[in-house]
């Protein structure tokens, strides 16, 4: 529960750090912190990995985006560090990669000067990944990251996965333990919903990308439909909905304020 709760804090923090109103973020961590579905990444031990790497990529991301701001190698190394310790913590935090790199490019304005800068991150994620295949290979998340698994089952999957990122935010639409036939469907749609977004609204389109990323690792995850696999992609689900909030209050103000003229 403690690193829940710094986990949550650092979400406001790295949300208001990533250009967001300082409301958003707020919201955000709080939303973060109340999720339905974080019953078992947040009550059982042995899922202690899931929070634990977000707080390692949350504290990566604003190393580096300091890095970004203020270019000095004690950011790089404590931001290499933060990534190292995090991919080690669950193979999934290799989802920062995208962020990280959605982020230099919004600081350069192209890809050719945001490239260069992603090149320790990705060597030393890479590095730390065969690692972890090489000295540890009977590791849960080794295990489920290499098990053959059919293209078609691992899409359909991780649909499931983001169709659960709705379903089972913050109210239980589906038993918690069973899979719907449906929400391969709803994952479709989120999907479609996220594309959108991407395109539309500028502020979230790092969070898009984190949902995206930190979902798909788990493609070859075993077909039970685990809360805990939902853990690390909730945080910009939390995000989304925050926005969402504040723009609903900021319309319903707007209207009160047209009546009462």
Known sequence: IAVHTVASVLLAVIASRLRLQPQVALAAGVLFFLQAGHFR???????????????????????????????????LGTTCLAVILAVLSHVAAVAVLPVSFLLARQHYGNVRQALPSMLPLCGLATITVLALVIFYPESPQV??????????????????????????????????????????LTGLVFICVLIGVFRHVA??????????????????SSPEVASRYLYL?????????????????????YTSDAADE
Not at 233 to 253: K, M, T, Y
């Open 41 to 75: 990444a947040v009550h059982w031990v042995s899922a202690l990995a899931y929070p634990l790497a977000f707080v390692l990529v949350a504290v990566s991301l604003l190393c580096f985006a300091e890095h970004l701001r203020r270019p000095s190698w004690r950011w």
């Open 143 to 184: 295990v489920q990251a290499l098990e053959e698994t059919a293209a078609i089952a691992s899409a359909f999957y991780v649909l499931t996965l983001l169709g659960r990122l709705v379903t089972t935010a913050h109210w239980f639409f589906v038993p918690p333990y069973e899979s719907q036939p449906w929400e391969i």
């Open 203 to 220: 502020e979230l389109r790092l969070w898009v990308v984190w949902i995206v990323a930190a979902t798909v690792p788990f493609a070859t």
């Open 233 to 253: 992609p909730s945080a910009g689900i939390s995000v989304l909905f925050a926005w969402c909030l504040e723009r609903a209050a900021s319309c319903l103000l």
